[in-house]
C-alpha cells in the first residue's frame, strides 16, 4: 500500500522531492523565458502538485504490477501507456488551471503553447526518474518481507525441532522407569508403588514445564531430585549423589529438562554397570560469564559397558546448538573410571 511504504518517514521526503522541483521550475520559466513573478510561482507550483498527486497512481501500478507474469514487451506497453496518460491529464489540467490563474493571458497561453513540447519532454524525464526509484522501493520492501516470512518459517522450524527432541527426552525417560517398575512388582512391591508416586510427581512436574521455553538452574536441580529418588528406590545405599553448587546461580536460565538426559546417562552406564558404590556428582560454577554444569559418575573400567542409542546426550548437544546458536557449548571427558558430560549456558 502506498500508506505502507510512504510513512510518516517517507512522505516528508516525497513532498520535499517536489518542493525542490518546484523551485528549479520557478528559476527556469522565470530567468529562461521571462514569466512574471506570480505567474511563476503559481505555474511551478501547479505542474509540480498536479505531477505529485498523478504519482500517487503511479505508484500503485507499480506496486500492483507482478514482473514475474508480464514479458517485456507487455511492460514496455503497459509504460507507454501509463506514460502517455500521465503527461496528457498533466499538462492538460495545469494548461486548463494556468489558463483561469492568468484570466486567459493570450500572451502567456501562447508562450505555455510553444513550449509544451519541452514541457512534456521534461514531464517524461521526471516520469522515468519516479517509475525507476518506484521500482527501487518496492522491491527492496519485497525483499524484507520475504527475508521476513524465510525468518518465521525458520523460527517455527527451529521451534518444530526443539520440540520433537524435548519429546524424544521424555518417552526416553518414561521408557526406563517402566521398566525398573516392571521389575520391582516382582522383587519389592512396595518400592514399586513408592517408585509409582515419585514417577507421577515427576512427569506432573515435567508437563507444567513443557511449554515453557526456559526454565531455572533451581526448578532444573528439583526435578533432578525427583528423578534420583526414583533411581534410589531401586539401587538404595549402591547410589551415592553429590550435589555442589556455588552461590547466586540457581536463579540462571536453562532449557527446560536439559540436565535430566545427563544424569539418566550416568545411571545408566554409571550405576547399572557397577556392582559396588558408584556416584553422581552435579557441580555448577560460573566461570568468565558463563554458567558451567558438570555430571560426573564413575564405572567399573573392567566390565563391558552397556550399549545404548545414544539418543539422550545426542538430543542434549542438539537442543545446546539450537537453542544458543553455538556448537561449542558440551563437552565430553573421560578417565580411567569416570565420565563428565559439562555443559555452558551463556550469562543471564
Do not use: C
Not at 505555455?112 to 519532454?121: E, F, G, H
Not at 524484507?144 to 527432541?165: F, P, T, V
Amino acid at each position: 500500500m502506498f500508506t505502507k511504504l510512504y510513512n510518516n518517514k517517507l512522505l516528508p521526503v516525497y513532498a520535499g522531492a517536489w518542493l525542490a522541483i518546484a523551485v528549479v521550475h520557478y528559476f527556469i520559466v522565470t530567468t529562461q523565458i521571462g514569466v512574471g513573478l506570480v505567474m511563476g510561482i503559481s505555474e511551478a507550483l501547479v505542474f509540480s502538485s498536479v505531477f505529485a498527486l498523478l504519482g500517487i497512481g503511479l505508484w500503485f501500478l507499480v506496486k500492483f504490477t507482478d514482473l514475474e507474469k508480464l514479458n517485456r514487451q507487455e511492460m514496455i506497453l503497459r509504460h507507454i501507456t501509463s506514460s502517455t496518460v500521465t503527461m496528457v491529464i498533466w499538462f492538460g489540467s495545469s494548461y486548463l488551471i494556468l489558463g483561469l490563474v492568468s484570466g486567459h493571458d493570450k500572451d502567456y497561453m501562447a508562450m505555455l503553447n510553444d513550449t509544451m513540447v519541452v514541457r512534456i519532454l521534461a514531464g517524461l524525464l521526471l516520469y522515468i526518474i519516479m517509475l525507476s526509484v518506484f521500482y527501487l522501493l518496492v522491491n527492496n520492501q519485497n525483499l524484507k518481507d520475504r527475508k521476513a516470512r524465510e525468518e518465521a518459517l525458520q523460527n517455527l522450524l527451529h521451534e518444530s525441532e526443539l520440540n520433537s527432541l524435548r519429546a524424544q527426552i521424555k518417552p526416553h525417560f518414561l521408557f526406563n522407569s517402566l521398566n525398573s517398575i516392571s521389575s520391582l512388582t516382582v522383587t519389592n512391591p512396595e518400592k514399586a508403588q513408592e517408585m509409582v508416586i515419585n514417577l507421577s510427581e515427576f512427569m506432573r512436574y515435567s508437563l507444567s514445564f513443557s511449554d515453557n521455553k526456559m526454565s531455572t538452574l533451581k526448578q532444573e536441580l528439583y526435578h533432578l531430585r525427583l528423578y534420583l529418588e526414583i533411581e534410589k528406590v531401586r539401587f538404595g545405599g549402591r547410589l551415592r549423589v553429590e550435589e555442589l553448587m556455588e552461590q547466586g546461580i540457581l536463579e540462571w536460565p536453562l532449557p527446560p529438562m536439559i540436565l535430566q538426559p545427563l544424569v539418566e546417562n550416568a545411571v545408566k552406564h554409571g550405576v547399572y554397570d557397577t556392582p559396588g558404590q558408584s556416584f553422581i556428582r552435579i557441580a555448577g560454577r560460573v566461570t568468565d560469564g558463563w554458567l558451567e554444569i558438570s555430571v560426573t559418575n564413575n564405572f567399573d573400567p573392567e566390565l563391558p559397558g552397556k550399549k545404548g542409542t545414544g539418543t539422550g546426550l545426542t538430543n542434549v548437544m542438539k537442543r545446546m546448538q539450537m537453542v544458543y546458536g553455538m556448537t561449542n557449548l558440551a563437552k565430553i571427558s573421560k578417565t580411567e573410571n569416570t565420565f563428565e558430560v559439562k555443559l555452558k549456558f551463556p550469562g543471564k
